[in-house]
């Protein structure tokens, strides 16, 4: 334990020099400290749902510190993903959300630095990704300069590789949502009670109560079991053994998921009856996002309907991967459920296990419906 503790803080001083070095450097590039009037602010945040969903407490006080600003979120696009404008087409306290292809800026970063200076942003706040590494942010800060930010803060490496299992031991690493807060209280940002906010159009609700042919007041169970990484993806066979289980005791089952899901979901939905519905591909983020708050539980994997699940309130029970450190991506929310087994290769951090995934087939069947039972019993 002495020599895990003693790993611990050596990985987390390396941290600490990347970071006070970025710090520094954003000193340089902007000396004067952060405007508090101002009209025009960017927010660089990039990713899908998780990455999104993740940053809305962030992008909510963002906006309660400049309330009368022209405050766009500029975010990425990736292939069969959703994107930002996909996620957050609905809500009212960003005036602009700006989607560009990175396939498109490394063809051609002049014109797209061109444009963005135009916009002649007096703020920029970067929400980095967990993973981004110092060199990714070095650039990011030295592009910011640039395109000529009159101020901008953010630049942060969340983590680092340098003895793993030893961090895993000792350290806690904040869920996503309170990391991005924190770097907004670090310069000052006001964070007074945070919140998640996932507004839905009343046009997303009919459509999505629609699709539904069960009495929403049922005992509904969501089961999300697809999923960005395999890495994070827990056997389909157990999902739909716990489908089995809770139909048998008087629920129903919606599958949700993707268009890349509708193959599986089809094959899960015959094996589960009439008391499933297949509901992966035929619904938006936001339908999907309604459906979820029907539900009284919903079990994913550590994939976009857990965090949008904790987004619209609705309790889960997560099956979650280890390839991550303990608790970095944990969705919204007090009462969800999540079921890890630390492994001996845990965290690995990679998209694909090279494995078979032990860290999942760890967590067995019961152990995740030992967690669904009190919502089961509850309301009978």
């Known amino acids: 334990m002495k020599m895990d503790s003693f790993?611990?803080?050596?990985?987390?001083?390396?941290?600490?020099?990347?970071?006070?070095?970025?710090?520094?450097?954003?000193?340089?590039?902007?000396?004067?400290?952060?405007?508090?009037?101002?009209?025009?602010?960017?927010?660089?945040?990039?990713?899908?749902?998780?990455?999104?969903?993740?940053?809305?407490?962030?992008?909510?006080?963002?906006?309660?510190?400049?309330?009368?600003?022209?405050?766009?979120?500029?975010?990425?696009?990736?292939?069969?993903?959703?994107?930002?404008?996909?996620?957050?087409?609905?809500?009212?306290?960003?005036?602009?959300i700006w989607i560009y292809d990175q396939d498109d800026i490394n063809r051609d970063i002049w014109d797209f630095s061109s444009d963005v200076r135009k916009r002649k942003y007096e703020i920029w706040i970067t929400l980095p990704q967990r993973l981004a590494n110092y060199r990714r942010q070095l650039r990011n800060m030295i592009f910011t300069w640039l395109i000529g930010a009159n101020w901008a803060c953010g630049f942060q490496v969340a983590i680092t590789g340098m003895f793993k299992k030893a961090q895993e031991r000792i350290k806690i690493f904040p869920p996503e949502h309170d990391r991005l807060l924190e770097i907004l209280r670090e310069k000052r940002i006001l964070v007074n009670n945070p919140e998640m906010e996932y507004p839905i159009s009343e046009c997303d609700i009919n459509v999505a109560l629609g699709l539904i042919n069960f009495n929403i007041n049922n005992k509904l169970l969501g089961m999300a079991f697809g999923g960005k990484q395999s890495a994070c993806v827990w056997p389909i066979e157990r999902f739909v053994e716990i489908g089995r289980k809770w139909i048998s005791?008087?629920?129903?089952?919606?599958?949700?998921?993707?268009?890349?899901?509708?193959?599986?979901?089809?094959?899960?939905?015959?094996?589960?009856?009439?008391?499933?519905?297949?509901?992966?591909?035929?619904?938006?983020?936001?339908?999907?996002?309604?459906?979820?708050?029907?539900?009284?539980?919903?079990?994913?994997?550590?994939?976009?309907?857990?965090?949008?699940?904790?987004?619209?309130?609705?309790?889960?029970?997560?099956?979650?991967?280890?390839?991550?450190?303990?608790?970095?991506?944990?969705?919204?929310?007090?009462?969800?459920?999540?079921?890890?087994?630390?492994?001996?290769?845990?965290?690995c951090h990679l998209s694909v296990c090279n494995k078979d995934n032990i860290c999942l087939k760890e967590i067995s069947i019961e152990d995740v419906f030992n967690e669904i039972k009190p919502f089961l019993l509850e309301g009978v």
């Open 7 to 96: 790993k611990a803080f050596l990985a987390q001083m390396w941290l600490g020099l990347l970071n006070n070095s970025l710090r520094l450097f954003e000193k340089i590039l902007w000396p004067r400290s952060r405007p508090v009037d101002v009209k025009n602010v960017c927010i660089h945040r990039v990713g899908s749902i998780g990455d999104i969903v993740c940053a809305i407490p962030a992008l909510k006080a963002i906006r309660a510190n400049y309330p009368n600003a022209r405050i766009t979120l500029l975010s990425s696009t990736t292939t069969n993903m959703p994107n930002a404008k996909d996620i957050l087409s609905n809500v009212d306290w960003l005036d602009e």
């Open 249 to 347: 005791a008087g629920g129903q089952v919606i599958l949700l998921g993707g268009r890349k899901e509708l193959g599986a979901g089809n094959m899960v939905n015959s094996m589960l009856g009439s008391s499933s519905i297949n509901m992966c591909g035929r619904t938006s983020i936001h339908q999907t996002g309604e459906i979820i708050r029907h539900c009284r539980i919903v079990i994913t994997n550590d994939s976009g309907p857990m965090h949008l699940s904790g987004a619209v309130g609705t309790p889960c029970i997560v099956p979650m991967t280890a390839h991550n450190y303990k608790w970095e991506w944990l969705p919204w929310g007090d009462l969800n459920r999540i079921i890890r087994k630390s492994v001996k290769c845990s965290p």
